[in-house]
């Protein structure tokens, strides 16, 4: 039996499909944030931190957010 590859790993559409997973299951709402605002945080210096089963909190730089 013949193995087909595994497609080749990239980590930024990897981000942005779970980042797409978390605004459906309603995490920026539970942020206080809109989904464009939530999905826009990592960029603008901002940090997720937390897991999908614990809830997610975030927290901005220097602790504002």
Known sequence: MTETPAPPFDP???FDRQVRDLIGLGHPKAAGLDDERF???PASG???IGTASSGLLTA???GAG
Do not use: F, Q, T, W
Request: hydrophobic fraction near 35%; avoid cysteine.
């Open 46 to 48: 901002g940090r997720l």
């Open 12 to 14: 930024g559409a990897e």
């Open 60 to 62: 901005g730089v220097g």
């Open 39 to 41: 999905a826009d945080r």
